[in-house]
């Protein structure tokens, strides 16, 4: 019987290997690979010679703001630009209108979804005050995970009590699933805002120095002592700090089960950019992209596996939310957020181009790890026989320009606008479905809801 999907001829790419071979696809799950010839009969082939051949990469970070923010992003929009940008499955995050925070909250945004997104998707809840009822709830409709809001941030979700952290953490270790943190310690945070804007302070730089590592640092550390004492599973979401990666390795050497996360922003730009390229409120996010050192210390934690997953992020808003045409004016009037999911794989591929960081190492941070993270392993992030027949194939020598008008997202106020790259997507596969060829949306949508191993 002829098989559905042949993409024959690519160097096939895994955490561990690099090797020249046919991936076989039928009834949306990878069937074998195949170093050699022959080859079955196929009902649509892809010739991949000169191409790599990827797990479908995993952006388990994206804000795609359906229910109620759909004037900045929906899952039409979203999920066309991460197929152009060589992602097979998102996660989405909760701070939502109404917020994912309830199983009402949740099928709401399942019903944004269906039908109308182009690649997988999965999506977190939010934890709130005096609604620990409903983690159970949520685990059984189908949430891939928690986020707590820690500090200050776009939608203004307060995080429960201390105490409540702790009880809320219990309970959901029972379910097997992991809550992410955004990691910053509002007392910090306010504080040192209030003193700039009465020194008069509006500058694109007062914004990270109101978010200075050491906010970080603390709500890392106070997150890892909770999910200590709560025996619950932990990430760290879009880590930006020296001070976080070491926390976060001397946790995982005592035992918690902690991960992170960061992404390509943090590991690419630098705080001064932000004046020094002009880019402002372009570069705005929270936690603020930092110095050159933070960088390079998360380019260390990265390599050696204390920081486990890329994920962009991806926050889009309006262009005059992002005061696109004077970014260099009144940082505190700019919203936080930058697009990304379109933009991630080629800036990453450039630093794989570069030396930073290979293939394989790529493939187990952008495929793998969030996979493994989230207990979609090994149903996503693997080209083992069963799993999900998602690729990314990508073009290594291809070269091009970031254009924001080209972007897929409603959002076009990037900063990575005239950023070279080289090495990008050409092919997205989603469950043996193509929906991205040559970096133009292609067939229609046939994203899924995924619901993590229980």
């Not at 702790?166 to 270790?173: P, S, V």
């Not at 050497?253 to 409120?281: C, F, K, N, R, W």
């Not at 990265?302 to 262009?319: N, Q, R």
């Not at 990453?348 to 570069?354: D, F, I, R």
Request: charged share 20%; proline share 6%.
């Amino acid at each position: 019987m002829p098989v559905d999907l042949i993409v024959k001829n690519g160097t096939i790419v895994t955490p561990l290997s690099s090797r020249r071979g046919h991936v076989l696809i039928t009834d949306g799950q990878i069937l074998d690979i195949l170093v050699g010839d022959p080859l079955p009969q196929a009902r649509e082939v892809i010739d991949a010679s000169g191409l790599h051949v990827l797990p479908g990469l995993i952006d388990s970070h994206v804000h795609f703001r359906a229910p109620g923010l759909e004037y900045k992003e929906d899952f039409d929009t979203g999920s066309q630009a991460a197929a152009c940008g060589g992602i097979t499955t998102v996660l989405d995050m909760p701070n939502a209108v109404p917020p994912t925070s309830d199983v009402e909250g949740f099928d709401a945004k399942v019903a944004c979804a269906q039908g109308r997104s182009y690649v997988d998707y999965g999506i977190y809840a939010v934890i709130v005050e005096g609604r620990l009822d409903q983690i159970l709830p949520l685990a059984d409709a189908g949430v891939v995970g928690y986020k707590i809001f820690l500090g200050e941030t776009v939608g203004n979700i307060p995080a429960p009590q201390d105490g409540e952290i702790i009880d809320a953490w219990r309970i959901m270790a029972g379910t097997g699933l992991r809550s992410g943190v955004h990691a910053e310690d509002n007392g910090i945070i306010l504080y040192l805002r209030k003193k700039l804007q009465t020194q008069g302070r509006k500058d694109p730089l007062a914004h990270l120095e109101s978010r200075p590592s050491v906010a970080e640092a603390e709500a890392i550390s106070r997150a890892i002592l909770f999910a200590r004492e709560a025996g619950s599973k932990l990430m760290i979401h879009h880590m930006s700090a020296a001070e976080g990666v070491a926390l976060v390795r001397q946790g995982k050497e005592s035992g918690i089960d902690v991960m992170a996360e960061t992404g390509p922003h943090y590991l690419i730009l630098e705080g001064a950019d932000m004046v020094q390229m002009g880019l402002g409120t372009l570069m705005k996010m929270n936690p603020p992209i930092r110095s050159r050192e933070h960088g390079e210390a998360l380019w260390r934690g990265l390599l050696d596996g204390t920081i486990e997953v890329i994920a962009t992020d991806h926050s889009p808003h309006t262009a005059e939310e992002k005061m696109a045409e004077n970014p260099m004016g009144d940082v505190w009037k700019a919203v936080a957020g930058m697009p990304g999911v379109e933009t991630g794989v080629p800036l990453m591929l450039t630093q794989v181009n570069a030396g930073r960081l290979n293939l394989n190492q790529y493939v187990k941070v952008q495929a793998e790890g969030p996979a493994r993270a989230w207990n979609l392993w090994p149903r996503k992030g693997t080209l083992g026989r069963g799993a999900d027949g998602d690729l990314t194939i990508v073009d290594m020598g291809k070269e091009g320009v970031i254009d924001r008008q080209r972007l897929h997202s409603k959002s076009k106020a990037t900063p990575f606008h005239g950023f070279r790259v080289k090495g990008m997507p050409v092919f997205t596969i989603v469950r043996g479905h193509v929906v991205m060829k040559d970096g133009e949306v292609y067939g229609s949508p046939v994203g899924r809801l995924q619901r993590p191993g229980r």
